[in-house]
Protein backbone atom coordinates (compact mmCIF):
# COMPACT_ATOMS: atom_id res chain seq x y z
CA UNK A 1 0.00 0.00 0.00
CA UNK A 2 1.68 3.64 -0.77
CA UNK A 3 1.35 6.33 1.12
CA UNK A 4 0.13 8.74 -1.41
CA UNK A 5 -2.78 6.82 -3.87
CA UNK A 6 -3.58 8.68 -7.00
CA UNK A 7 -6.65 8.28 -8.92
CA UNK A 8 -6.82 7.64 -11.94
CA UNK A 9 -4.07 5.73 -12.99
CA UNK A 10 -4.96 5.93 -16.61
CA UNK A 11 -6.86 8.74 -18.20
CA UNK A 12 -7.29 8.96 -21.84
CA UNK A 13 -9.69 12.03 -22.90
CA UNK A 14 -10.31 13.70 -26.25
CA UNK A 15 -8.86 17.53 -26.71
CA UNK A 16 -10.60 20.33 -24.85
CA UNK A 17 -12.35 17.93 -22.42
CA UNK A 18 -11.57 18.99 -18.67
CA UNK A 19 -10.50 16.00 -16.05
CA UNK A 20 -9.39 16.18 -12.47
CA UNK A 21 -6.50 14.06 -11.15
CA UNK A 22 -6.83 13.07 -7.31
CA UNK A 23 -3.56 12.78 -4.68
CA UNK A 24 -4.72 10.68 -1.36
CA UNK A 25 -3.32 9.95 1.56
CA UNK A 26 -4.19 9.50 5.77
CA UNK A 27 -1.09 10.83 6.64
CA UNK A 28 0.03 15.00 6.81
CA UNK A 29 2.58 16.63 4.91
CA UNK A 30 3.94 19.68 5.19
CA UNK A 31 4.24 20.43 1.78
CA UNK A 32 3.41 18.76 -1.77
CA UNK A 33 4.51 18.65 -5.18
CA UNK A 34 3.16 18.04 -8.74
CA UNK A 35 5.39 16.69 -11.17
CA UNK A 36 4.74 16.02 -15.06
CA UNK A 37 7.10 13.52 -16.64
CA UNK A 38 7.12 12.72 -20.62
CA UNK A 39 9.16 9.65 -22.28
CA UNK A 40 12.95 9.05 -21.39
CA UNK A 41 12.89 12.26 -19.12
CA UNK A 42 12.96 12.84 -15.43
CA UNK A 43 9.81 14.05 -13.63
CA UNK A 44 10.09 17.99 -13.83
CA UNK A 45 8.24 19.94 -11.21
CA UNK A 46 4.78 22.01 -11.74
CA UNK A 47 4.08 23.48 -8.80
CA UNK A 48 4.40 23.50 -4.66
CA UNK A 49 1.46 23.61 -2.51
CA UNK A 50 2.68 24.39 1.38
CA UNK A 51 -0.79 25.90 3.13
CA UNK A 52 -4.16 23.80 3.52
CA UNK A 53 -6.75 25.10 1.33
CA UNK A 54 -3.90 26.56 -1.42
CA UNK A 55 -4.89 26.86 -4.48
CA UNK A 56 -2.51 27.39 -7.33
CA UNK A 57 -3.21 28.43 -11.16
CA UNK A 58 -0.72 27.15 -13.95
CA UNK A 59 -2.50 28.55 -17.10
CA UNK A 60 -5.25 25.84 -17.89
CA UNK A 61 -4.05 23.95 -14.80
CA UNK A 62 -5.29 23.87 -11.24
CA UNK A 63 -3.56 22.58 -7.98
CA UNK A 64 -5.37 22.60 -4.55
CA UNK A 65 -3.91 21.24 -1.50
CA UNK A 66 -6.50 20.20 0.93
CA UNK A 67 -7.28 21.99 4.01
CA UNK A 68 -5.88 19.17 6.32
CA UNK A 69 -2.62 18.61 4.27
CA UNK A 70 -3.53 15.22 3.25
CA UNK A 71 -4.75 15.27 -0.03
CA UNK A 72 -4.45 17.30 -3.36
CA UNK A 73 -5.74 17.57 -6.75
CA UNK A 74 -4.88 18.82 -9.97
CA UNK A 75 -7.36 20.26 -12.73
CA UNK A 76 -6.78 20.38 -16.08
CA UNK A 77 -9.21 22.69 -18.38
CA UNK A 78 -9.71 21.91 -21.55
CA UNK A 79 -7.08 20.11 -22.07
CA UNK A 80 -4.90 20.07 -24.89
CA UNK A 81 -2.59 16.72 -26.84
CA UNK A 82 0.34 18.76 -25.26
CA UNK A 83 -1.34 17.78 -22.08
CA UNK A 84 -0.26 14.68 -22.25
CA UNK A 85 2.31 13.17 -19.83
CA UNK A 86 2.50 10.68 -16.32
CA UNK A 87 1.27 13.40 -13.32
CA UNK A 88 3.18 12.76 -10.06
CA UNK A 89 2.17 14.06 -6.87
CA UNK A 90 4.65 14.29 -4.16
CA UNK A 91 4.69 14.70 -0.33
CA UNK A 92 7.35 16.35 1.91
CA UNK A 93 7.60 15.00 5.54
CA UNK A 94 9.25 16.73 8.05
CA UNK A 95 9.92 14.10 10.73
CA UNK A 96 10.69 11.74 8.25
CA UNK A 97 14.12 13.54 6.98
CA UNK A 98 12.24 15.73 4.38
CA UNK A 99 11.86 12.96 1.77
CA UNK A 100 9.87 13.58 -0.84
CA UNK A 101 7.27 10.52 -0.88
CA UNK A 102 5.70 10.49 -4.51
CA UNK A 103 2.22 8.65 -5.33
CA UNK A 104 1.78 6.14 -8.28
CA UNK A 105 1.34 8.28 -11.13
CA UNK A 106 -1.82 9.66 -13.24
CA UNK A 107 -0.82 8.56 -17.15
CA UNK A 108 -2.79 11.41 -19.24
CA UNK A 109 -3.49 11.19 -23.29
CA UNK A 110 -5.25 13.40 -24.86
CA UNK A 111 -5.74 12.76 -28.40
CA UNK A 112 -6.75 15.64 -30.91
CA UNK B 1 23.67 25.10 -17.39
CA UNK B 2 22.07 23.79 -14.27
CA UNK B 3 21.42 19.70 -14.52
CA UNK B 4 21.64 16.42 -13.06
CA UNK B 5 23.79 13.83 -15.23
CA UNK B 6 23.19 10.15 -14.81
CA UNK B 7 25.73 7.41 -16.51
CA UNK B 8 25.39 4.99 -18.08
CA UNK B 9 21.23 5.88 -19.65
CA UNK B 10 20.85 2.19 -20.55
CA UNK B 11 22.70 -0.79 -19.00
CA UNK B 12 22.26 -4.91 -19.24
CA UNK B 13 24.30 -6.52 -17.09
CA UNK B 14 24.09 -10.19 -15.79
CA UNK B 15 23.07 -11.47 -11.95
CA UNK B 16 25.84 -10.79 -9.87
CA UNK B 17 28.13 -8.27 -11.94
CA UNK B 18 28.91 -5.34 -9.34
CA UNK B 19 28.13 -2.03 -11.47
CA UNK B 20 27.89 1.28 -10.52
CA UNK B 21 25.66 3.94 -11.35
CA UNK B 22 26.91 7.67 -11.46
CA UNK B 23 25.21 10.89 -10.77
CA UNK B 24 26.42 14.49 -10.76
CA UNK B 25 25.16 17.74 -10.26
CA UNK B 26 26.65 21.34 -11.13
CA UNK B 27 24.06 22.86 -8.58
CA UNK B 28 25.62 23.09 -5.69
CA UNK B 29 22.58 21.25 -3.80
CA UNK B 30 22.84 19.57 -0.19
CA UNK B 31 20.07 17.11 -0.86
CA UNK B 32 20.47 14.36 -2.93
CA UNK B 33 17.95 10.91 -3.59
CA UNK B 34 18.30 8.27 -5.42
CA UNK B 35 14.34 6.52 -6.93
CA UNK B 36 13.69 3.39 -8.89
CA UNK B 37 10.62 3.86 -11.17
CA UNK B 38 8.34 0.98 -12.02
CA UNK B 39 4.78 0.96 -13.20
CA UNK B 40 1.95 1.84 -11.74
CA UNK B 41 4.58 2.08 -8.51
CA UNK B 42 5.22 5.68 -8.70
CA UNK B 43 9.05 6.86 -7.85
CA UNK B 44 10.26 4.98 -4.90
CA UNK B 45 13.42 6.38 -2.86
CA UNK B 46 16.41 3.96 -2.35
CA UNK B 47 18.94 5.87 -0.42
CA UNK B 48 19.30 9.82 0.19
CA UNK B 49 22.25 11.91 1.14
CA UNK B 50 21.51 15.31 3.14
CA UNK B 51 25.35 16.20 2.97
CA UNK B 52 28.79 14.85 2.55
CA UNK B 53 29.52 12.05 4.59
CA UNK B 54 25.47 12.12 5.44
CA UNK B 55 23.23 9.23 3.80
CA UNK B 56 20.05 7.54 4.97
CA UNK B 57 18.18 4.79 3.52
CA UNK B 58 14.88 5.39 1.93
CA UNK B 59 11.52 2.85 1.47
CA UNK B 60 13.65 0.21 -0.67
CA UNK B 61 17.13 0.12 0.01
CA UNK B 62 17.76 -3.39 0.33
CA UNK B 63 20.16 -4.26 -2.47
CA UNK B 64 22.18 -1.06 -2.89
CA UNK B 65 24.87 0.63 -1.61
CA UNK B 66 25.05 4.61 -1.60
CA UNK B 67 27.80 7.00 -0.91
CA UNK B 68 28.33 10.77 -1.11
CA UNK B 69 32.31 11.82 0.00
CA UNK B 70 32.03 14.96 -2.39
CA UNK B 71 29.18 17.45 -2.52
CA UNK B 72 28.47 17.59 -6.45
CA UNK B 73 28.43 13.01 -6.72
CA UNK B 74 26.13 10.23 -5.41
CA UNK B 75 26.88 7.09 -6.74
CA UNK B 76 24.33 3.97 -6.57
CA UNK B 77 25.95 0.74 -6.45
CA UNK B 78 24.91 -2.65 -6.56
CA UNK B 79 26.91 -5.00 -5.30
CA UNK B 80 25.24 -7.90 -6.22
CA UNK B 81 22.76 -7.17 -8.95
CA UNK B 82 19.36 -9.29 -9.26
CA UNK B 83 16.73 -9.74 -12.10
CA UNK B 84 14.62 -7.88 -9.35
CA UNK B 85 16.22 -4.85 -9.59
CA UNK B 86 16.00 -4.19 -13.56
CA UNK B 87 14.08 -0.69 -13.07
CA UNK B 88 14.23 2.53 -14.58
CA UNK B 89 16.47 4.73 -11.82
CA UNK B 90 16.31 8.16 -11.26
CA UNK B 91 18.68 10.85 -9.14
CA UNK B 92 17.87 13.87 -7.99
CA UNK B 93 18.86 16.73 -6.02
CA UNK B 94 17.26 19.75 -3.99
CA UNK B 95 19.28 22.86 -2.66
CA UNK B 96 17.97 21.11 1.10
CA UNK B 97 14.99 19.40 2.34
CA UNK B 98 11.45 20.49 2.61
CA UNK B 99 9.22 21.61 -0.30
CA UNK B 100 12.06 22.62 -2.69
CA UNK B 101 11.75 21.70 -6.13
CA UNK B 102 13.85 18.17 -6.82
CA UNK B 103 16.09 18.46 -10.41
CA UNK B 104 15.75 14.87 -11.62
CA UNK B 105 18.43 13.25 -14.08
CA UNK B 106 17.50 11.83 -17.38
CA UNK B 107 17.81 8.01 -15.62
CA UNK B 108 19.24 5.08 -15.96
CA UNK B 109 17.18 2.14 -18.09
CA UNK B 110 18.82 -1.09 -16.07
CA UNK B 111 18.48 -4.93 -17.36
CA UNK B 112 19.84 -7.75 -14.94
CA UNK B 113 19.31 -10.80 -17.08
Known amino acids: TQLLEQSPQFLSIQEGENLTVYCNSSSVFSSLQWYRQEPGEGPVLLVTVVTGGEVKKLKRLTFQFGDARKDSSLHITAAQPGDTGLYLC????????????FGGGTRLMVKP | EAQVTQNPRYLITVTGKKLTVTCSQNMNHEYMSWYRQDPGLGLRQIYY???????DKGDVPEGYKVSRKEKRNFPLILESPSPNQTSLYFC????????????FGQGTRLTVV
Open chain 2, 92 to 103: ASRITGGGTEAF
Open chain 1, 90 to 101: AGVKRNAGNMLT
Open chain 2, 49 to 55: SMNVEVT
